[in-house]
């Protein structure tokens, strides 16, 4: 028997929370040091999420311009 994703009564409420409260981008710096930190580790998935940080922090200054 195949068992579906059952939330808890309080998921769908975080998520429309977290969906509306603005979020402050880190500096890039910051997440330079955690993707060098994540690769000398060789933590595939914490360097995976720094890059992908970077690119949107990145992303985000260019607009701006």
């Not at 939330?7 to 993707?35: C, D, G, I, K, Y």
């Not at 995976?48 to 949107?56: F, K, S, T």
Request: glycine share 4%; aromatic share 4%; charged share 30%.
């Amino acid at each position: 028997m195949k068992r579906g994703h059952i939330s808890r009564p309080t998921e769908h409420a975080a998520l429309r929370a977290a969906a509306r409260s603005a979020r402050p981008l880190p500096p890039v710096p910051a997440l330079m040091a955690a993707l060098l930190d994540a690769n000398a580790r060789q933590d595939r998935e914490g360097t995976c999420l720094a890059a992908h940080r970077i690119v949107r922090v990145a992303d985000f200054e260019w607009e701006d311009q």
